[in-house]
């Protein structure tokens, strides 16, 4: 008797788990020759920059060719989405895929970038993971300017890049330094946004001392006397701020 029921019991499994697998077939197949009805765009944001928005992707989409909008869902091919959307040279990652109720979801992963360098012959952009890239038409990204004797991108990644990233951590002089200047003994000036001095910094060596030595004299010395009474403020020495009054 318990053998029967057993049996029975089994029976009954398989026949309920077939009905649900025909239902699942058909229902993806019926799925398949329905249209897209959305494409829903999930923005990663990095750290606190979003460079990369929805409009940026949608203009892909049409420009190529491969919006899926009320295309036939059979018909939308995710991997040409993934690939054509990584052209975007501020676009780090891609993920496309379909779901149940026929959408099409693209999730977005950007890259940061940190300084733009612009010269005679070089017009880029390094990120943070010291990826370089060319600047791109309709895309505007407001980081520090690099310009100068900047020949070559060993220069960019050894020398400019450390000052980049500290000047995107650290909250002042993020906020203060607008661009850096490389003259023609490969030594750097800053250029900051408030007053109108010139910063010049020398080498890379030792910067972080250099501008935290700068920030103590602003905030002791430049926020009583005017920050525009000088018209350079020298840091190439250790230990040193020596300033040249203004005309």
């Given at each position: 008797m318990l053998?029967?029921?057993?049996?029975?019991?089994?029976?009954?499994?398989?026949?309920?788990?077939?009905?649900?697998?025909?239902?699942?077939?058909?229902?993806?197949?019926?799925?398949?020759n329905k249209k897209c009805t959305r494409v829903l765009l999930d923005m990663v944001k990095n750290d606190k920059f979003l460079y990369v928005r929805k409009y940026h992707v949608y203009s892909y989409l049409d420009r190529f060719g491969i919006n899926p909008l009320k295309k036939n869902i059979s018909?939308?091919?995710?991997?040409?989405?993934?690939?054509?959307?990584?052209?975007?040279?501020?676009?780090?990652k891609v993920i496309v895929y379909k779901t149940?109720?026929?959408?099409?979801?693209?999730?977005?992963?950007?890259?940061?970038?940190?300084?733009?360098?612009?010269?005679?012959?070089?017009?880029?952009?390094?990120?943070?993971?010291?990826n370089i890239f060319p600047a791109m038409v309709g895309l505007v990204v407001y980081v520090p300017l690099a310009s100068g004797m900047i020949n070559n991108f060993r220069y960019v990644r050894e020398q400019l890049y450390p000052l980049a990233v500290f000047l995107l951590k650290n909250e002042f002089w993020n906020s203060q330094i607008e661009q850096i200047y490389v003259n023609n003994d490969l030594e750097m000036e800053l250029i900051p946004l408030?007053?109108?001095?010139?910063?010049?910094?020398?080498?890379?060596?030792?910067?972080?001392?250099?501008?935290?030595?700068?920030?103590?004299?602003?905030?002791?010395?430049?926020?009583?006397?005017?920050?525009?009474?000088?018209?350079?403020i020298n840091l190439k020495y250790n230990n040193q701020v020596i300033c040249t009054k203004a005309n």
């Open positions: 053998k029967t029921i057993v049996h029975i019991s089994i029976v009954f499994l398989l026949l309920v788990y077939s009905i649900f697998v025909f239902i699942c077939i058909n229902s993806t197949n019926l799925n398949l018909d939308v091919k995710t991997e040409v989405i993934e690939k054509t959307l990584r052209k975007c040279e501020l676009i780090k149940v109720d026929c959408s099409i979801r693209i999730k977005i992963y950007q890259r940061t970038p940190i300084l733009r360098i612009i010269t005679d012959k070089i017009d880029c952009y390094i990120d943070s993971e010291k408030v007053g109108t001095h010139r910063i010049l910094l020398g080498g890379v060596e030792n910067f972080e001392k250099k501008l935290n030595n700068l920030e103590f004299f602003y905030k002791k010395i430049l926020n009583k006397i005017g920050w525009n009474r000088y018209s350079i």
